[in-house]
Protein backbone atom coordinates (compact mmCIF):
# COMPACT_ATOMS: atom_id res chain seq x y z
CA UNK A 1 0.00 0.00 0.00
CA UNK A 2 1.04 3.36 -1.26
CA UNK A 3 0.03 6.84 0.61
CA UNK A 4 0.77 8.61 -2.83
CA UNK A 5 2.38 8.29 -6.29
CA UNK A 6 3.12 10.34 -8.70
CA UNK A 7 2.35 9.33 -12.09
CA UNK A 8 1.08 10.60 -16.05
CA UNK A 9 1.97 14.36 -14.30
CA UNK A 10 -0.73 13.56 -11.92
CA UNK A 11 0.11 13.21 -7.63
CA UNK A 12 -2.21 10.42 -6.83
CA UNK A 13 -3.35 10.61 -2.95
CA UNK A 14 -4.71 7.54 -0.74
CA UNK A 15 -8.00 9.45 0.83
CA UNK A 16 -7.23 8.75 4.00
CA UNK A 17 -10.78 10.95 5.16
CA UNK A 18 -12.41 7.66 3.72
CA UNK A 19 -10.14 5.11 5.52
CA UNK A 20 -11.35 2.10 6.92
CA UNK A 21 -14.40 1.98 4.88
CA UNK A 22 -13.16 2.58 1.35
CA UNK A 23 -9.39 2.54 -0.40
CA UNK A 24 -9.75 5.67 -3.05
CA UNK A 25 -7.28 7.64 -4.44
CA UNK A 26 -7.66 11.27 -5.49
CA UNK A 27 -5.96 12.58 -8.32
CA UNK A 28 -4.96 16.12 -8.29
CA UNK A 29 -3.67 17.78 -11.19
CA UNK A 30 -2.92 21.33 -9.76
CA UNK A 31 -1.90 22.52 -6.64
CA UNK A 32 -4.91 24.39 -5.47
CA UNK A 33 -6.56 20.26 -5.04
CA UNK A 34 -3.06 19.19 -3.27
CA UNK A 35 -3.21 21.88 -0.74
CA UNK A 36 -7.15 21.31 0.03
CA UNK A 37 -6.19 17.59 0.68
CA UNK A 38 -3.20 18.88 3.08
CA UNK A 39 -5.85 20.95 4.58
CA UNK A 40 -8.67 18.45 4.91
CA UNK A 41 -6.04 15.65 6.02
CA UNK A 42 -6.72 13.35 2.87
CA UNK A 43 -3.18 13.50 2.96
CA UNK A 44 -1.72 13.56 6.71
CA UNK A 45 1.67 12.73 8.59
CA UNK A 46 4.25 14.89 8.46
CA UNK A 47 6.28 13.21 6.01
CA UNK A 48 3.65 12.53 3.52
CA UNK A 49 2.41 16.53 3.81
CA UNK A 50 5.92 17.34 2.95
CA UNK A 51 5.89 14.93 -0.48
CA UNK A 52 2.68 16.09 -0.99
CA UNK A 53 3.60 19.57 -0.75
CA UNK A 54 6.84 18.76 -2.81
CA UNK A 55 4.69 17.43 -5.84
CA UNK A 56 2.21 20.42 -5.36
CA UNK A 57 4.80 22.82 -6.21
CA UNK A 58 6.09 20.86 -9.04
CA UNK A 59 2.48 20.98 -10.18
CA UNK A 60 1.98 24.62 -9.32
CA UNK A 61 5.20 25.45 -11.18
CA UNK A 62 4.11 23.67 -14.45
CA UNK A 63 0.77 26.63 -14.72
CA UNK A 64 3.77 29.59 -14.39
CA UNK A 65 3.93 31.70 -17.64
CA UNK A 66 6.85 34.05 -16.45
CA UNK A 67 10.06 33.24 -17.11
CA UNK A 68 13.31 34.46 -14.91
CA UNK A 69 12.81 36.55 -11.52
CA UNK A 70 9.16 36.35 -12.24
CA UNK A 71 9.50 32.24 -12.71
CA UNK A 72 10.90 32.46 -9.22
CA UNK A 73 8.41 35.18 -7.79
CA UNK A 74 5.65 33.39 -8.46
CA UNK A 75 6.69 29.68 -7.81
CA UNK A 76 7.83 31.35 -4.09
CA UNK A 77 4.06 32.50 -3.77
CA UNK A 78 2.63 28.92 -4.66
CA UNK A 79 5.17 27.55 -2.42
CA UNK A 80 3.67 30.21 0.37
CA UNK A 81 0.44 29.01 0.00
CA UNK A 82 1.00 25.30 0.40
CA UNK A 83 3.24 26.01 3.27
CA UNK A 84 0.16 27.87 5.41
CA UNK A 85 -2.30 24.88 4.88
CA UNK A 86 -0.95 23.11 8.05
CA UNK A 87 1.60 25.04 10.39
CA UNK A 88 2.94 22.15 13.18
CA UNK A 89 4.69 19.85 11.03
CA UNK A 90 8.11 21.03 9.94
CA UNK A 91 8.35 18.15 7.01
CA UNK A 92 5.90 21.00 4.83
CA UNK A 93 8.28 23.73 5.19
CA UNK A 94 11.44 21.40 4.79
CA UNK A 95 10.47 19.86 1.38
CA UNK A 96 8.97 23.68 0.13
CA UNK A 97 12.53 24.85 0.96
CA UNK A 98 14.07 22.41 -0.89
CA UNK A 99 12.14 22.79 -4.07
CA UNK A 100 12.74 26.30 -3.70
CA UNK A 101 16.49 26.07 -3.26
CA UNK A 102 16.59 23.37 -5.97
CA UNK A 103 14.62 25.66 -8.75
CA UNK A 104 16.99 29.13 -7.55
CA UNK A 105 19.91 26.84 -8.43
CA UNK A 106 18.70 25.65 -11.28
CA UNK A 107 17.88 29.00 -12.68
CA UNK A 108 21.13 30.47 -11.93
CA UNK A 109 23.01 27.77 -13.60
CA UNK A 110 20.96 27.18 -16.51
CA UNK A 111 20.33 31.10 -17.27
CA UNK A 112 16.45 30.61 -16.28
CA UNK A 113 14.82 28.15 -18.47
CA UNK A 114 11.62 27.22 -17.09
CA UNK A 115 11.62 23.29 -18.72
CA UNK A 116 14.92 22.81 -17.09
CA UNK A 117 13.59 24.08 -13.67
CA UNK A 118 10.41 21.87 -14.37
CA UNK A 119 12.87 18.77 -14.64
CA UNK A 120 14.96 19.59 -11.92
CA UNK A 121 12.06 20.26 -9.84
CA UNK A 122 10.15 16.73 -10.35
CA UNK A 123 13.75 15.28 -9.75
CA UNK A 124 14.43 16.89 -6.80
CA UNK A 125 10.28 15.97 -5.37
CA UNK A 126 11.48 12.22 -6.87
CA UNK A 127 14.27 12.44 -4.38
CA UNK A 128 12.16 13.60 -1.47
CA UNK A 129 10.05 10.35 -2.32
CA UNK A 130 12.37 8.15 -2.47
CA UNK A 131 14.60 9.15 0.48
CA UNK A 132 11.73 8.63 2.69
CA UNK A 133 11.42 5.20 2.13
CA UNK A 134 15.18 4.86 2.66
CA UNK A 135 14.85 6.98 5.99
CA UNK A 136 12.20 5.07 7.42
CA UNK A 137 13.86 1.66 6.86
CA UNK A 138 16.94 2.48 8.48
CA UNK A 139 14.85 4.18 11.51
CA UNK A 140 12.97 1.08 11.73
CA UNK A 141 16.64 -0.65 12.17
CA UNK A 142 17.85 1.25 15.25
CA UNK A 143 15.09 1.59 16.18
CA UNK A 144 14.06 -2.34 16.23
CA UNK A 145 17.21 -2.84 18.30
CA UNK A 146 16.33 -0.73 21.32
CA UNK A 147 14.73 -3.87 22.02
CA UNK A 148 16.07 -7.17 23.88
CA UNK A 149 13.14 -8.90 24.98
CA UNK A 150 12.11 -12.08 22.83
CA UNK A 151 8.45 -10.53 22.50
CA UNK A 152 7.31 -7.06 22.84
CA UNK A 153 4.17 -5.44 23.20
CA UNK A 154 4.15 -1.77 22.03
CA UNK A 155 1.70 1.23 22.43
CA UNK A 156 1.58 3.73 20.15
CA UNK A 157 -0.87 6.95 19.63
CA UNK A 158 -1.94 8.52 16.56
CA UNK A 159 -0.41 6.96 12.60
CA UNK A 160 2.98 7.74 12.27
CA UNK A 161 2.80 4.25 9.12
CA UNK A 162 3.21 3.76 5.81
CA UNK A 163 -0.02 6.52 5.46
CA UNK A 164 1.65 8.95 6.92
CA UNK A 165 4.52 8.43 5.31
CA UNK A 166 5.60 6.99 1.67
CA UNK A 167 5.67 3.87 2.99
CA UNK A 168 6.78 1.94 5.87
CA UNK A 169 6.65 3.92 8.58
CA UNK A 170 8.65 5.44 11.36
CA UNK A 171 6.81 4.37 14.72
CA UNK A 172 5.00 1.45 12.71
CA UNK A 173 7.73 0.41 10.68
CA UNK A 174 9.97 -0.01 14.38
CA UNK A 175 6.50 -2.52 15.04
CA UNK A 176 6.81 -3.80 11.64
CA UNK A 177 10.59 -4.91 11.47
CA UNK A 178 10.26 -6.01 14.84
CA UNK A 179 7.12 -8.13 13.75
CA UNK A 180 9.31 -9.90 11.04
CA UNK A 181 11.92 -10.78 13.28
CA UNK A 182 9.28 -12.60 15.52
CA UNK A 183 10.30 -10.02 18.59
CA UNK A 184 6.56 -8.68 18.44
CA UNK A 185 3.87 -9.70 20.94
CA UNK A 186 1.40 -7.26 19.97
CA UNK A 187 0.33 -3.54 19.80
CA UNK A 188 -2.03 -1.66 21.74
CA UNK A 189 -3.15 1.53 19.54
CA UNK A 190 -4.97 4.68 21.00
CA UNK A 191 -8.01 5.59 19.08
CA UNK A 192 -6.99 9.23 19.13
CA UNK A 193 -9.73 11.55 19.37
CA UNK A 194 -11.24 14.12 18.34
CA UNK A 195 -10.32 12.33 14.65
CA UNK A 196 -9.31 8.73 15.18
CA UNK A 197 -6.27 7.97 13.68
CA UNK A 198 -5.86 5.16 15.62
CA UNK A 199 -8.91 3.65 15.19
CA UNK A 200 -9.11 4.36 11.45
CA UNK A 201 -5.70 4.49 10.21
CA UNK A 202 -3.51 2.32 12.50
CA UNK A 203 -5.79 -0.96 13.47
CA UNK A 204 -6.57 -0.85 9.71
CA UNK A 205 -2.84 -0.45 8.59
CA UNK A 206 -1.55 -3.51 11.09
CA UNK A 207 -4.91 -5.32 10.23
CA UNK A 208 -3.67 -5.30 6.16
CA UNK A 209 -0.63 -6.78 7.24
CA UNK A 210 -1.69 -9.32 9.82
CA UNK A 211 0.28 -7.66 12.81
CA UNK A 212 -1.85 -8.07 15.91
CA UNK A 213 -3.55 -5.01 17.20
CA UNK A 214 -6.02 -4.02 20.37
CA UNK A 215 -7.89 -0.88 19.84
CA UNK A 216 -8.49 1.55 23.13
CA UNK A 217 -9.62 4.74 23.69
CA UNK A 218 -6.83 7.08 24.81
CA UNK A 219 -8.57 7.10 28.53
CA UNK A 220 -7.86 3.28 28.62
CA UNK A 221 -3.81 3.72 27.96
CA UNK A 222 -3.08 4.27 32.07
CA UNK A 223 -4.76 1.11 32.68
CA UNK A 224 -3.27 -0.93 30.22
CA UNK A 225 -0.24 0.17 31.46
CA UNK A 226 -0.94 -0.14 34.97
CA UNK A 227 -1.81 -3.94 34.30
CA UNK A 228 1.58 -4.46 32.93
CA UNK A 229 0.88 -5.08 29.54
CA UNK A 230 2.89 -2.86 27.65
CA UNK A 231 6.82 -2.85 27.40
CA UNK A 232 7.05 0.17 25.05
CA UNK A 233 5.57 3.16 24.01
CA UNK A 234 6.37 4.52 20.00
CA UNK A 235 5.15 7.20 18.94
CA UNK A 236 6.04 9.99 15.68
CA UNK A 237 6.79 13.50 15.29
CA UNK A 238 5.64 16.65 13.66
CA UNK A 239 8.32 19.00 14.90
CA UNK A 240 11.30 18.64 17.26
CA UNK A 241 12.87 21.37 18.91
CA UNK A 242 16.94 21.86 19.85
CA UNK A 243 16.33 20.33 23.31
CA UNK A 244 14.52 17.78 22.12
CA UNK A 245 10.63 18.57 23.00
CA UNK A 246 8.59 17.12 20.64
CA UNK A 247 5.48 17.97 19.17
CA UNK A 248 2.90 15.04 17.80
CA UNK A 249 -0.79 14.30 17.58
CA UNK A 250 -2.62 15.73 20.64
CA UNK A 251 -2.69 13.46 23.46
CA UNK A 252 1.28 12.01 23.16
CA UNK A 253 2.13 14.21 25.91
CA UNK A 254 -0.36 12.59 28.42
CA UNK A 255 0.70 8.84 27.47
CA UNK A 256 4.24 10.24 28.07
CA UNK A 257 3.11 11.37 31.18
CA UNK A 258 1.84 7.60 31.67
CA UNK A 259 4.82 6.21 30.69
CA UNK A 260 7.32 7.30 32.97
CA UNK A 261 4.91 7.22 36.11
CA UNK A 262 4.71 2.93 35.17
CA UNK A 263 8.31 3.43 34.25
CA UNK A 264 7.34 2.63 30.83
CA UNK A 265 10.22 3.30 28.23
CA UNK A 266 8.37 6.34 25.68
CA UNK A 267 10.08 6.22 22.19
CA UNK A 268 9.68 8.76 19.74
CA UNK A 269 11.04 7.81 15.75
CA UNK A 270 11.04 10.60 13.47
CA UNK A 271 13.58 11.47 10.25
CA UNK A 272 15.77 14.61 10.93
CA UNK A 273 13.39 16.54 8.44
CA UNK A 274 11.28 16.53 11.23
CA UNK A 275 14.17 18.58 13.79
CA UNK A 276 13.61 22.05 13.36
CA UNK A 277 16.82 23.16 14.21
CA UNK A 278 16.33 27.31 14.93
CA UNK A 279 13.91 26.53 17.71
CA UNK A 280 15.89 26.54 21.17
CA UNK A 281 12.52 24.53 22.86
CA UNK A 282 8.79 23.38 22.26
CA UNK A 283 7.59 26.55 23.58
CA UNK A 284 7.94 27.79 20.01
CA UNK A 285 6.54 25.33 17.92
CA UNK A 286 3.23 26.76 16.44
CA UNK A 287 0.33 24.35 17.01
CA UNK A 288 -2.34 24.18 15.00
CA UNK A 289 -6.35 24.07 16.16
CA UNK A 290 -8.87 22.86 14.14
CA UNK A 291 -12.34 23.40 14.14
CA UNK A 292 -14.49 23.04 16.94
CA UNK A 293 -16.47 20.47 15.21
CA UNK A 294 -14.30 18.11 15.07
CA UNK A 295 -14.67 18.12 18.45
CA UNK A 296 -18.59 18.39 18.64
CA UNK A 297 -19.29 15.73 15.93
CA UNK A 298 -17.92 12.39 15.63
CA UNK A 299 -18.78 11.23 12.34
CA UNK A 300 -20.55 14.12 11.61
CA UNK A 301 -22.69 13.42 14.40
CA UNK A 302 -23.44 15.69 16.92
CA UNK A 303 -22.10 14.83 20.47
CA UNK A 304 -22.09 17.56 22.53
CA UNK A 305 -24.63 20.61 22.69
CA UNK A 306 -25.32 23.18 19.91
CA UNK A 307 -22.82 26.07 20.72
CA UNK A 308 -20.49 25.08 23.45
CA UNK A 309 -17.24 26.40 23.66
CA UNK A 310 -14.46 24.22 22.13
CA UNK A 311 -10.55 23.99 22.81
CA UNK A 312 -8.98 21.64 20.30
CA UNK A 313 -5.34 21.91 19.48
CA UNK A 314 -4.44 19.29 16.90
CA UNK A 315 -0.85 19.05 18.83
CA UNK A 316 0.87 18.91 21.68
CA UNK A 317 4.24 18.96 23.10
CA UNK A 318 6.02 16.65 25.01
CA UNK A 319 9.26 18.08 27.09
CA UNK A 320 11.86 16.07 26.28
CA UNK A 321 12.54 14.70 30.35
CA UNK A 322 10.02 12.35 29.49
CA UNK A 323 11.70 10.95 26.17
CA UNK A 324 13.86 7.96 26.99
CA UNK A 325 15.30 8.12 23.34
CA UNK A 326 14.38 9.65 19.39
CA UNK A 327 15.50 7.31 16.75
CA UNK A 328 16.36 8.88 14.05
CA UNK A 329 17.70 7.60 10.38
CA UNK A 330 21.07 8.22 11.48
CA UNK A 331 20.90 6.61 14.99
CA UNK A 332 19.34 6.84 18.71
CA UNK A 333 19.56 10.18 20.23
CA UNK A 334 19.64 10.51 24.23
CA UNK A 335 19.82 13.13 27.11
CA UNK A 336 21.38 15.39 26.65
CA UNK A 337 19.89 16.26 23.63
CA UNK A 338 20.89 19.73 23.07
CA UNK A 339 24.29 17.43 22.69
CA UNK A 340 23.06 14.68 20.62
CA UNK A 341 20.90 17.03 18.50
CA UNK A 342 24.34 19.20 17.84
CA UNK A 343 25.57 15.55 16.37
CA UNK A 344 22.48 15.12 14.52
CA UNK A 345 23.00 18.03 12.52
CA UNK A 346 26.40 18.12 12.24
CA UNK A 347 25.42 14.31 10.24
CA UNK A 348 23.17 16.20 8.29
CA UNK A 349 25.76 18.76 6.99
CA UNK A 350 24.08 21.93 8.57
CA UNK A 351 20.86 23.87 8.01
O1 LIG B 1 -2.95 15.45 12.16
P1 LIG B 1 -2.12 14.33 11.59
O2 LIG B 1 -2.90 13.09 11.37
O3 LIG B 1 -1.35 14.79 10.38
O4 LIG B 1 -1.05 14.03 12.72
C1 LIG B 1 -0.09 13.04 12.49
C2 LIG B 1 0.81 12.81 13.64
O5 LIG B 1 0.75 13.46 14.65
C3 LIG B 1 1.90 11.79 13.43
O6 LIG B 1 2.18 11.13 14.63
C4 LIG B 1 3.18 12.50 12.94
O7 LIG B 1 2.88 13.30 11.83
C5 LIG B 1 4.27 11.56 12.62
S1 LIG B 1 3.98 10.66 11.14
C6 LIG B 1 5.33 9.71 10.80
Known sequence: MVSLRWKDDCLFLLNQVKLPGSVEYIQCKDYRRVAEAIRRLEVRGAPAIGVAAAYGLLLGAAEIKETGTGFLEKLAEIAEILRQTRPTAVNLSWALDKMLDAAK????????????????????????????????????????????????VILTHCNAGALATVEYGTALGIIRELWKEGRLDRVFADETRPLLQGARLTAWELMQDEIPVTLITDSMAGVVMKNGWVQAVVVGADRIARNGDVANKIGTYTVAVLAEKHHIPFYVAAPVSSFDFSLPDGSAIPIEERSANEVTHCCSVPIAPQGVAVYNPAFDVTPNELITAIVTEYGILRAPYNKSIDWLQSQKGGK
Request: glycine share 2%; hydrophobic share 35%; no cysteine.
Open 105 to 152: ETSREKDSRPQEILTVLEMTAQFIMNEDSNVNRRISAFGASLFKDAKT
